[in-house]
């Protein structure tokens, strides 16, 4: 059974920083990609950052340089470290396997807020 559990989100302030952590199934986290996703209200999900089974990263252009994605591979966890948050960051952040496949089972997310 695929289970996700994300942690570590909250409400910061524009340029604060949290660690967000997620903890994965042994079955979903021997995929070669983990990734790191989020949902604001309105909006389809987006892919913010992947990283191999290896450490090879990728980013999308709006979070690189502030975000950091990482994995512990012996804890099957996976973490993304999000630095000089912006308002417009604010959404539900998700981890899963990439790429997510349409009828792909999703955690509870943890909420990030980032006021002004």
């Known amino acids: 059974q695929v289970q996700l559990v994300e942690s570590g989100g909250g409400l910061v302030q524009a340029g604060g920083s949290l660690r967000l952590s997620c903890a994965a199934s042994?079955?979903?986290?021997?995929?070669?990609?983990m990734a790191w996703y989020r949902q604001s209200p309105g909006k389809q999900r987006e892919l913010v950052a992947r990283?191999?089974?290896?450490?090879?990263?990728n980013y999308a252009n709006s979070v690189k340089g502030r975000f950091t994605i990482s994995r512990d591979n012996a804890k099957n966890t996976v973490y993304l470290q999000v630095n000089s948050l912006k308002p417009e960051d604010t959404a539900v952040y998700y981890c899963?396997?990439?790429?997510?496949?349409?009828?792909?089972?999703w955690g509870q997310g943890t909420q990030v807020t980032v006021s002004s």
């Open positions: 899963n396997i990439w790429p997510a496949a349409s009828d792909t089972s």
């Open positions: 042994v079955s979903i986290f021997s995929t070669n990609f």
């Open positions: 990283i191999t089974r290896g450490g090879m990263t």
